[in-house]
């Protein structure tokens, strides 16, 4: 079971030079150390960007990933996959649906719904238990936003928080898509289509969507 989930794949390219320079510092720790510091890496590296759509196969490369300055949630799922295979930790990608109830107007204005769908995140196999959780939001944005930023040592799921600072409601699951061992693409776009059917049909047009 566990080779399947430390194989490098088109998407999990982790032989690359820029995936390499990822986990660069970080073989003398222990697997908790780890998962721990990589995690920290991915969540604050890359600023979440929710705002520019792609569904290109080249651009959910992990080593394509890499070099943006920016990314939105898959991507930095992505990242911190290929990241944990090339340190040999077992690890996968999970997709979900999710609403967002803080600084939606820009989203709900271009997409009609205050929902995300798919919402990517990262699980780990870890003292033979996966255990999932979400880089998706750095330390910036999270203290822009009054909402903890999220940690994660392999011990305990690390999702969304359901309430910021001040009791607002944040984030929450509302559908559950499952998990899998590499990026499905094809899946990610009948999903997009799905849900976002006007939207897609602007990114056929132009290959792209910025909000």
């Given at each position: 079971?566990?080779?399947n989930y430390i194989r490098a794949t088109y998407f999990f390219d982790y032989e690359c030079?820029?995936?390499?320079?990822?986990?660069?510092?970080?073989?003398?720790?222990?697997?908790?150390?780890?998962?721990?510091?990589?995690?920290?890496?991915?969540?604050?590296?890359?600023?979440?960007?929710?705002?520019?759509?792609?569904?290109?196969?080249?651009?959910?490369?992990?080593?394509?990933?890499?070099?943006?300055?920016?990314?939105?949630?898959?991507?930095?799922?992505?990242?911190?996959?290929?990241?944990?295979?090339?340190?040999?930790?077992?690890?996968?990608?999970?997709?979900?649906?999710?609403?967002?109830?803080?600084?939606?107007?820009?989203?709900?204005?271009?997409?009609?719904?205050?929902?995300?769908?798919?919402?990517?995140?990262?699980?780990?196999?870890?003292?033979?238990?996966?255990?999932?959780?979400?880089?998706?939001?750095?330390?910036?944005?999270?203290?822009?936003?009054?909402?903890?930023?999220?940690?994660?040592?392999?011990?305990?799921?690390?999702?969304?928080?359901?309430?910021?600072?001040?009791?607002?409601?944040?984030?929450?699951?509302?559908?559950?898509?499952?998990?899998?061992?590499?990026?499905?693409?094809?899946?990610?776009?009948?999903?997009?289509?799905?849900?976002?059917?006007?939207?897609?049909?602007?990114?056929?047009?132009?290959?792209?969507?910025?909000?």
């Open positions: 079971m566990e080779d030079t820029e995936i390499q320079n990822l986990i660069s510092g970080l073989d003398t720790l222990s697997t908790q150390e780890k998962i721990t510091q990589l995690y920290l890496k991915v969540r604050d590296g890359w600023k979440y960007n929710p705002y520019v759509v792609t569904l290109e196969k080249q651009t959910y490369k992990a080593s394509h990933i890499y070099n943006k300055p920016e990314a939105h949630c898959i991507d930095k799922a992505i990242l911190y996959v290929a990241g944990l295979r090339a340190l040999k930790i077992p690890a996968r990608i999970r997709l979900a649906k999710v609403s967002n109830h803080i600084a939606v107007e820009r989203l709900v204005e271009k997409m009609g719904t205050n929902e995300i769908a798919p919402h990517g995140l990262a699980e780990v196999y870890f003292n033979k238990q996966w255990v999932k959780c979400s880089p998706a939001f750095n330390k910036e944005l999270c203290e822009m936003y009054r909402v903890a930023p999220l940690a994660f040592d392999g011990t305990k799921d690390s999702v969304f928080q359901e309430y910021n600072d001040d009791n607002k409601k944040f984030m929450e699951y509302v559908e559950e898509y499952g998990s899998f061992d590499d990026v499905p693409l094809q899946f990610i776009i009948d999903t997009f289509r799905k849900n976002y059917p006007q939207l897609y049909q602007q990114y056929k047009q132009s290959g792209e969507i910025k909000f």
